[in-house]
Nanobody
Framework: QVQLVESGGGLVQAGGSLRLSCAAS????????MGWFRQAPGKEREFVTG????????VYADSVKGRFTISRDNAKSTVYLQMNSLKPEDTAVYYC??????????????????WGQGTQVTVSS
C-alpha cells in the first residue's frame, strides 16, 4: 500500500501563489511517474501536471503551462506543485496520484493506482 497525503491548499487572491506538497508513505513512489489532478465542483477530475522518477521530464496541461511547476524530492518521497499567478478558474480540489504504468497516457485517471485525499485550493477574484 502507498499512502499519499496532500497539503498546502488554502484560500488565496487571484495573482497569488501556493505550494502544494504530496508526501508518500508505505510502499514508496520510487521509480514511478507522479501526477497532479484537480477537480472543480460539477466537473470531471482533470490532469494538471506530471513528473518522471528522475524529474527530468515534466508535462503540463495547457491551462497551467507557464504558471505551475512540478518537482519532487525522492529522498523525502514528496512531490511538490508550485502554483503562481493563480486564477479563479484554478479553484478545485487538488490530488496527487501514482502512475500505474503499462500505458503512455499519463492524463487518464484510470492509469493511476494510488490517490491522495485531496487538498482544497480556492482562488478569489
Amino acid at each position: 500500500q502507498v499512502q499519499l497525503v496532500e497539503s498546502g491548499g488554502g484560500l488565496v487572491q487571484a495573482g497569488g501563489s501556493l505550494r502544494l506538497s504530496c508526501a508518500a508513505s508505505g510502499r514508496t513512489i520510487s521509480g514511478y511517474f507522479m501526477g497532479w489532478f484537480r477537480q472543480a465542483p460539477g466537473k470531471e477530475r482533470e490532469f494538471v501536471t506530471g513528473i518522471t522518477w528522475g524529474g527530468g521530464i515534466t508535462v503540463y496541461a495547457d491551462s497551467v503551462k507557464g504558471r505551475f511547476t512540478i518537482s519532487r524530492d525522492n529522498a523525502k518521497s514528496t512531490v511538490y506543485l508550485q502554483m503562481n499567478s493563480l486564477k479563479p478558474e484554478d479553484t478545485a480540489v487538488y490530488y496527487c496520484a501514482r502512475f500505474l504504468g503499462g500505458s503512455t497516457d499519463y492524463t487518464a485517471r484510470k492509469n493511476y493506482d494510488y490517490w491522495g485525499q485531496g487538498t482544497q485550493v480556492t482562488v478569489s477574484s
